[in-house]
T-cell receptor, first 114, second 111 residues
Framework: DAGITQSPRYKITETGRQVTLMCHQTWSHSYMFWYRQDLGHGLRLIYYSAAADITDKGEVPDGYVVSRSKTENFPLTLESATRSQTSVYFC?????????????FGPGTRLTVT | TQLLEQSPQFLSIQEGENLTVYCNSSSVFSSLQWYRQEPGEGPVLLVTVVTGGEVKKLKRLTFQFGDARKDSSLHITAAQPGDTGLYLCAGANNAGNMLTFGGGTRLMVKP
């Protein structure tokens, strides 16, 4: 299907485990973003990527790793999950990084770390 | 770090009422976007305002960007139950490569 997809939609993991959240877009958008959404904090940017093999930190990058070997994929890895990383994670893409450009969001992944 | 504060955080009104949501910052943004998010889904863009003082209308929704490009408002006229959702404002930094989101306003419109 065309658009932006995330998998899994729901994930429960234990503290200390490694978890990878997947994001795939079919528009060939240059920019991709990872956000986390928590009550009282809105959406906070974790990492973003301007193109394949180019990534940069956002507001809350600690504890996360990203890669972008292909334009269409932008996986987010929690190397050693902590309870504070329990959140809803959204991936987004944009044709350009310019603020005037619309960001298209995936449906989100609800992650619970026990 | 640029911060965006939205108010109110929660709003519960009856169908037919009018409402205004505010998005304020001490920082200047190159543009400001408003998104709406429904449960279990990602945010969807409603509008982008770019010029200070700009007003945009989308049916019963009116968006305004402050003259100094530090604040914005969303006004809904004659709210309907279908307007229920989480409204998020997001400001773009000067480089234009990052959005800063406000905390959101959760709106419930009762029939």
């Amino acid at each position: 299907d065309a658009g932006i997809t995330q998998s899994p939609r729901y994930k429960i993991t234990e503290t200390g485990r490694q978890v990878t959240l997947m994001c795939h877009q079919t528009w060939s958008h240059s920019y991709m973003f990872w956000y986390r959404q928590d009550l009282g904090h809105g959406l906070r940017l974790i990492y973003y990527s301007a193109a394949a093999d180019i990534t940069d930190k956002g507001e809350v990058p600690d504890g996360y790793v990203v890669s972008r070997s292909k334009t269409e994929n932008f996986p987010l890895t929690l190397e050693s999950a902590t309870r504070s990383q329990t959140s809803v994670y959204f991936c987004a893409s944009s044709e350009s990084g310019h603020g005037g450009g619309e960001q298209y969001f995936g449906p989100g992944t609800r992650l619970t770390v026990t | 770090t640029q911060l965006l504060e939205q108010s109110p955080q929660f709003l519960s009104i009856q169908e037919g009422e009018n409402l205004t949501v505010y998005c304020n910052s001490s920082s200047v943004f190159s543009s400001l976007q408003w998104y709406r998010q429904e449960p279990g889904e990602g945010p969807v863009l409603l509008v982008t305002v770019v010029t200070g003082g700009e007003v945009k209308k989308l049916k019963r929704l009116t968006f305004q960007f402050g003259d100094a490009r530090k604040d914005s408002s969303l006004h809904i006229t004659a709210a309907q139950p279908g307007d229920t959702g989480l409204y998020l404002c997001a400001g773009a930094n000067n480089a234009g490569n990052m959005l800063t989101f406000g905390g959101g306003t959760r709106l419930m419109v009762k029939p």
